[in-house]
């Protein structure tokens, strides 16, 4: 009786059935570890040991960004502020709260407050955030209205095609300098914000990278 495949056609079939299988068990493991909220990230809002309210802090009292995450104007990395800096404040206001506990024993023993943290790129990707501030690119585009949320929220989802959108076109993120902590700043009136970002790209002499060089370092 003839063979209804050959053994060529076998062999290669057995191989290719094995690497399907592979293939699948990869995209499971994949999907199961990247698939939860804290990796696709937006909507991620991890409950904090201690219930800081950037809707109180930022929002109702107008505290500035820089005050608490110090050096994003030089650095690349936006600090967790420390316990000291918010031990500025609550030595007098609240000293006794009981939210203020872990703070309080932070300050006495010098070992830092257990935060969780919430925005985070992965580890092969570089991101300066001085280079972003110093060309206008509010806090804003990145962490949404930080100023409304009583628990921080990932609100854009910070992956490579994202960026790569801001880089084709930055004049749709671009305001002054001096306003990119201010959440609520908008174009003056008469003036778009593609108008002002395209001059601001010129002023800022804006090159955004589209190489991978760019962020893969």
């Not at 109180?56 to 110090?70: D, F, K, M, N």
């Not at 009583?150 to 790569?164: A, F, I, K, T």
């Not at 300098?177 to 395209?198: A, F, I, K």
């Amino acid at each position: 009786m003839p063979l209804t495949f050959t053994h060529r056609f076998d062999f290669w079939f057995r191989r290719a059935m094995v690497g399907a299988f592979a293939a699948a068990i990869l995209a499971l493991v994949g999907l199961y570890y990247y698939g939860p909220q804290q990796y696709t990230r937006v909507g991620y809002a991890p409950v904090q040991p201690v219930p800081f309210s950037h809707a109180q802090h930022a929002g109702q009292l107008g505290l500035s960004c820089l005050y608490c995450h110090t050096g994003v104007e030089e650095s690349p990395v936006a600090k967790i502020p420390s316990t000291q800096t918010c031990m500025n404040c609550h030595q007098a206001i609240k000293a006794d709260s009981p939210k203020l506990t872990l703070v309080k024993a932070s300050f006495e023993s010098g070992k830092p407050v257990p935060w969780i943290r919430v925005h985070k790129t992965p580890d092969y990707v570089f991101f300066n955030h001085a280079a972003h501030v110093k060309r206008g690119v509010g806090c804003v585009s990145c962490h949404g209205h930080v100023n409304g949320m009583p628990v921080v929220v990932v609100d854009q989802p910070l992956s490579m095609g994202w960026c790569l959108d801001c880089h084709r076109h930055p004049e749709n993120q671009l305001r002054p300098v001096t306003e990119v902590t201010n959440l609520g700043w908008r174009p003056s009136e008469g003036r778009t914000q593609q108008d002002l970002g395209l001059y601001l790209k010129d002023e800022y002499k804006v090159h955004a990278p589209e190489q991978c060089v760019g962020c893969h370092r």
